[in-house]
C-alpha cells in the first residue's frame, strides 16, 4: 500500500531566497511526525506547498500514492487532508458551534441538501463531540473572537478535526496554550491518532511537546532535512545541537 | 424584565400590523413612498447578502436593479406578462452577477469597488446610448401593472400589498438562507478565505454565487421597481443609486438580516417624516451617517445590539436592583 503522504525533492523559493531547498520523506499511515528546526528554516512554507496554499517551484506530493502537486486546498481537503496554520485562524464573528459545523460542512450532503436540508448540515451532534472533548462546552454558544488566546487555539485544532480527515497537518499547534492544556492537547491528539488511525505531521517549537508525542521527528535548518530518527536519537544528535545553537 | 426577544417581537408586530393598516391612513403618495421603501429594501437585501454576509464590496447593485428594471419593461411591452417578464430580469441579473464576481476572484477591496463602478457606468451608458433598444434619455413610459389570477394590482393600494408581499417573500428566503450551510460558507468566506479554502469551502465558488444571488435579488427589486414608477429613465440608475444603496447596508447594519429594511427606511421613509427640516434633511443624514460611522460601523442595528449588550452586562453587574 502507498504511503499516506510522500514528498520528493521540493524545492520552493521566493525571489532569490530558497525556502525549501530539496525535501523528500515519506509519512507512513498511523505515524504522528514531528518537524522541528530554527526560525525561518521552511516549515511553514513546506506545509504550504504540501496543501495547495503556494505552489513548489519544483517536486512532486503524492498523497495516498495519487500526485497532488498543484491541486487547490479545498480539493485537497476533500481527499481527506487538513491543516492548522501557525497564526490563529477562527471565524471570529461566528460562535464556536458554527466554527466547527463550518469546518465539517463541505464534507456532508450536496450543494442541494446544504440550501435546503438541515441548518447544521447533520454535523449537530459531531460538533458538540468535538466541544466536549476539547473542553469548550461552557463556551460553545460564544463569538469565536471572544475566546481566550489558548482557548482560540483548541478550537482552532479542533476545526481541522471536523471533516474526519485521515491526515493533518498542524503548524505550531502548541503555541501560546499553557501548561495544562497542552497536556490535554496532547491527550487529545493522541486519543484520535489511536480512535481514527489519522495521520499526524506537526511543526512545533516546543521540545517537551514533540519530544512526547511524536513517533518519529524530521529535523529541518535552511530548507534542508538535517537529520531524523526517533525523539531521543534526534535529540542528541550533535547536527541538531549545532543548527539550534550556531556553530 | 422585559427580554430583547420579547421587545424584537413586539416590534415586528406593531410594523406588520401598521404596514397592513396602511391603506387606511396614508395618503396615496406615502402609499406610493412606502411601496417605494420595499422595493428599495429588496435590492439592498441582495446587496447585503454580496458584501454584508460574504464580503465582497460592490458598487454595482443600483445598476441590477437598472437592468432587471429595463427587462421587465421591455418584455412587458414585447407583450409578455407581468411574472414571466419578472423571472426573466432575476435569471438575467443572475447570469451578468456571476460574471461580474470572476474579477472578485482576483482583487479584493477598493480594487473590487473600482471593477464594479466601472461595470455601474458601463450599465449607465449602455442604458442611454442604445437608443433603438432603451429608448435611451426619452426613456420608457406606460408600465402596465401586474394581474395575478385575475386580480388586477393597479390602484396605489393594491400595488403596495403587492410590494409588501413580495418583500416579506424575499425577507423569508434571505432569512432561511442565511441560516443554511450556504450562509456559514457566506459568511466564513467573509471571516477567513484561506481557513474556509483550507478546510474544503470552494470559496470561488461561493463567491461567485454571493455575486450572482445578490443580483438577482437586485434585478427582482429593479422588476418591481418597473411597474411601481411606471417610467423608467436611465438617469435613475446612474453611480449614484448605487452609491446610496450601498450606503442604505452600511446605515442599517451589513451583515444583519433586517439591516438593509432599516437603511432603506432610513433613506427613504425619514425624509418624508422630516419634511420640516425643508432643506436641511440631507445635511442632517450627511453629518448622522459620519457619526453613526465613526462611532458604530456596524450600522443602526449594530447599534441596538450594543445598548442591548450593555444593558445585560449592567443588569449582571447590578443584580437584583
Ligand atoms: N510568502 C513569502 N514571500 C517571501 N518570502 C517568504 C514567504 N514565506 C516565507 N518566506 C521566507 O521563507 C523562509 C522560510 O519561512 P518559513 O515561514 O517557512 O519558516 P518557518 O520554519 O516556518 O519559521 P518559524 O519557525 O519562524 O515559523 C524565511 O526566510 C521567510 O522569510
Ligand atoms: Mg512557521
Not at chain 1, 143 to 161: I, N, T, V, W
Not at chain 2, 228 to 239: I, M, R
Not at chain 2, 315 to 320: C, D, H, K, Q
Request: glycine share 12%; aromatic share 10%.
Amino acid at each position: 500500500m502507498a504511503s499516506v503522504l510522500e514528498i520528493a525533492d521540493l524545492h520552493k523559493s521566493f525571489g532569490g531566497i530558497a525556502a525549501v531547498n530539496g525535501v523528500s520523506f515519506t509519512v507512513e499511515e498511523g505515524e504522528i511526525v514531528g518537524i522541528i528546526g530554527p526560525n525561518g528554516s521552511g516549515k511553514s512554507t513546506l506545509f504550504n506547498c504540501v496543501l495547495g496554499q503556494l505552489q513548489p517551484t519544483s517536486g512532486e506530493v503524492r498523497i495516498d500514492g495519487r500526485v497532488t502537486t498543484g491541486m487547490r486546498p479545498c480539493d485537497l481537503n476533500a481527499l481527506g487532508v487538513s491543516r492548522t496554520f501557525q497564526l490563529l485562524q477562527v471565524f471570529p464573528e461566528l460562535t464556536v458551534r458554527d466554527n466547527l459545523i463550518a469546518a465539517g460542512q463541505e464534507h456532508c450532503g450536496t450543494m442541494f441538501s446544504r440550501l435546503f436540508g438541515p441548518r447544521d448540515a447533520g454535523l449537530g451532534p459531531v460538533a458538540d463531540r468535538m466541544i466536549e472533548f476539547f473542553r469548550l462546552s461552557h463556551v460553545a454558544g460564544e463569538r469565536a473572537g471572544r475566546l481566550s488566546y489558548g482557548q482560540q487555539k483548541l478550537l482552532d485544532a479542533a476545526m481541522a478535526f471536523m471533516g474526519g480527515p485521515r491526515l493533518v497537518l498542524l503548524d505550531e499547534p502548541a503555541g501560546g496554550v499553557n501548561l495544562t492544556m497542552l497536556g490535554d492537547l496532547r491527550e487529545r491528539l493522541r486519543a484520535i491518532n489511536r480512535e481514527r488511525r489519522s495521520t499526524f505531521v506537526v511543526i512545533e517549537h516546543n521540545m517537551d511537546f514533540v519530544m512526547s508525542l511524536c513517533t518519529r521527528v524530521l529535523v529541518l535548518a535552511e530548507g534542508r532535512i538535517i537529520a531524523q530518527g526517533s525523539p531521543d536519537a534526534v535529540r542528541n544528535d550533535p547536527k541538531v545541537i549545532e543548527a539550534y545553537l550556531g556553530p | 424584565m422585559a427580554s430583547a426577544g420579547l421587545v424584537r417581537g413586539t416590534l415586528a408586530a406593531v410594523t406588520v400590523v401598521v404596514l397592513a393598516a396602511g391603506p387606511e391612513f396614508l395618503r396615496p403618495s406615502q402609499l406610493y413612498l412606502v411601496s417605494l421603501w420595499a422595493v428599495t429594501a429588496i435590492a439592498a437585501m441582495g446587496l447585503n447578502l454580496t458584501l454584508g454576509y460574504a464580503g465582497q464590496i460592490s458598487m454595482a447593485q443600483g445598476a441590477f436593479v437598472g437592468i432587471g428594471a429595463y427587462t421587465v419593461a421591455l418584455l412587458m411591452q414585447a407583450g409578455l406578462g407581468f411574472f414571466p417578464a419578472f423571472l426573466a430580469a432575476g435569471v438575467l441579473c443572475f447570469a451578468v452577477g456571476w460574471l461580474l464576481g470572476y474579477p472578485a476572484l482576483r482583487v479584493q477591496h477598493h480594487y473590487l469597488a473600482f471593477v464594479t463602478l466601472a461595470f455601474t457606468t458601463l450599465v449607465y451608458l449602455l442604458l442611454r446610448n442604445e437608443q433603438w433598444l432603451t429608448n435611451g434619455v426619452y426613456g420608457i413610459s406606460g408600465i402596465q401593472r401586474p394581474t395575478a389570477l385575475g386580480f388586477a394590482f393597479g390602484t396605489a393600494a393594491r400595488f403596495y400589498y403587492f410590494c409588501l408581499g413580495i418583500m416579506a417573500l424575499f425577507l423569508g428566503a434571505m432569512w432561511w438562507m442565511i441560516r443554511s450551510p450556504w450562509g456559514r460558507a457566506f459568511m466564513v468566506l467573509r471571516e477567513n478565505p484561506v481557513r474556509a479554502l483550507s478546510l474544503g469551502v470552494d470559496t470561488r465558488r461561493y463567491t461567485l454565487l454571493a455575486f450572482a444571488i445578490g443580483s438577482a435579488v437586485g434585478g427582482f427589486a429593479g422588476g418591481l421597481f418597473a411597474p411601481l414608477v411606471q417610467f423608467l429613465e436611465p438617469n435613475s440608475f446612474s453611480l449614484g443609486y448605487s452609491l446610496s444603496l450601498l450606503l442604505m447596508v452600511i446605515v442599517g447594519g451589513a451583515g444583519y438580516l433586517f439591516g438593509p429594511l432599516v437603511g432603506a427606511a432610513v433613506a427613504i421613509l425619514l425624509p418624508d417624516f422630516l419634511r420640516f427640516t425643508e432643506g436641511y434633511y440631507l445635511l442632517l443624514y450627511a453629518a448622522a451617517v459620519m457619526v453613526l460611522m465613526a462611532f458604530c460601523p456596524q450600522g443602526l442595528i449594530g447599534l441596538s445590539e450594543r445598548w442591548q449588550a450593555n444593558r445585560r452586562a449592567r443588569l449582571a453587574a447590578g443584580g437584583e436592583r
